[in-house]
């Protein structure tokens, strides 16, 4: 079925280093990469989008990349900070019988050192 | 602007009880609704979607039940709780118009069986 791989589980790095969260997806079809930010024991929110039509976007010191041939995107944060500690989700969308269906990852949690 | 309000926040329910978590969206019409769960430190798990009023369609087999009587309201229930049943549940909504768009979640429910 659908899936979603999300690598790592865990990531702990000091602030001011990047951090890089991989994410593959089996459904072809798939046209639409979110990834998602949450906080401790608040709401999942938005930070970043791509679509299948595009290779890479970037905002700020955030960026995403991807490789539709190979199925895999990525999640880039430059210069980090400890209030980009959370956990990220990345997720991959698609229209399916007339709705929008997004599956996401298990979910990464980032964990920035001062 | 679109909002969307989800409650109770915290739920502590013995094994056996009934359940029901309301999600209701305004500023928008016909929206896709979702329930996720989410469990300790794993993902986001689509249990139900909604693309209309009475529509609902369930991901994956469980002892949960949705409802939509209303455009902008979508219910979550059980008859009889498990302790599987614990989590973190988030109700979401998406425009239908609109391909690929994100998912807007609620504030979420913390469900725990007893």
């Known amino acids: 079925g659908e899936n979603v791989e999300q690598h790592p589980s865990t990531l702990s790095v000091q602030e001011g280093d990047s951090a890089v969260i991989k994410c593959t997806y089996s459904?072809?079809?798939?046209?639409?990469f979110p990834w998602y930010k949450q906080e401790l024991g608040k709401r999942p929110q938005l930070i970043i989008d791509?679509?299948?039509?595009?290779g890479e976007k970037k905002d700020q010191r955030i960026a995403v990349t991807l490789n539709k041939t190979a199925k895999h995107f990525s999640l880039h944060i430059t210069e980090t900070q400890p209030e980009d500690s959370a956990v990220y989700f990345c997720?991959?969308?698609?229209?399916?019988?007339?709705?929008?269906?997004?599956?996401f990852g298990a979910g990464t949690r980032l964990a920035v050192h001062p | 602007s679109q909002t969307i309000h989800q409650w109770p926040a915290t739920l502590v329910q013995p094994v056996g009880s009934p359940l029901s978590l309301e999600c209701t969206v305004e500023?928008?019409?016909?929206?896709?609704l979702y329930w996720y769960r989410q469990a300790a430190g794993r993902g986001l798990q689509l249990l139900f979607y909604?693309?209309?009023?009475?529509?609902i369609s369930s991901e994956v087999p469980q002892n949960l039940s949705a409802s939509r009587p209303q455009d902008r309201q979508f219910i979550l229930s059980s008859k009889k709780l498990l302790l599987s049943d614990s989590g973190f549940y988030l109700c979401?909504?998406?425009?239908?118009?609109?391909?690929?768009?994100?998912?807007?979640f609620g504030q979420g429910t913390r469900l725990t069986v007893v």
């Open positions: 459904d072809s079809a798939s046209n639409y």
């Open positions: 909604s693309v209309g009023i009475g529509q």
């Open positions: 791509i679509r299948s039509n595009v």
């Open positions: 979401a909504w998406s425009e239908v118009i609109l391909l690929n768009t994100e998912a807007f």
């Open positions: 997720a991959a969308g698609r229209k399916s019988g007339g709705y929008n269906k997004l599956i």
């Open positions: 500023g928008t019409s016909n929206p896709n």
